[in-house]
């Protein structure tokens, strides 16, 4: 287990950017991390994620092309950079760290054991 700490959410509008970081109180260099997010009354889906040294990097569909993943070992922090937000796009995102030391970038969330308590981005539109 390893405390995570997001932060960056905020209110924006539509078409806005927003960067979200997340903080790892120990190394999280030899674990994949992934962002995940859950809007009111759905359930938590997966964001994008990224393997522990950043040359695997997996987005779910709606990020595509929008949204990018990054991380500094040397920080423990994970980055997840969002473009041209909308409005659909409103929800707590949250960052987890892998429970295995492995090469991949897991979209599942049963693949992830660390999870911080999430960040609130509410898009306006």
């Known amino acids: 287990q390893v405390k995570l700490e997001e932060s960056g959410g905020r209110l924006v509008q539509t078409g806005d950017s927003l960067t979200l970081s997340c903080k790892a109180y120990?190394?999280?260099?030899?674990?994949?991390m992934g962002w995940f997010r859950q809007a009111p009354g759905k359930d938590r889906e997966f964001v994008a994620s990224l393997s522990r040294n950043g040359g695997r990097k997996n987005y779910a569909e709606f990020a595509e092309g929008r949204f990018t993943v990054s991380r500094d070992n040397a920080k423990n922090t994970v980055f997840l950079q969002m473009n041209s937000l909308k409005a659909e796009d409103t929800a707590i995102y949250s960052c987890?760290?892998?429970?295995?030391?492995?090469?991949?970038?897991?979209?599942?969330?049963?693949?992830?054991?660390?999870w911080g308590q999430g960040t609130q981005v509410t898009v306006s539109s």
């Open positions: 120990a190394s999280i260099s030899m674990w994949s």
């Open positions: 987890a760290r892998a429970r295995l030391t492995t090469f991949n970038a897991p979209r599942d969330h049963a693949d992830y054991g660390s």
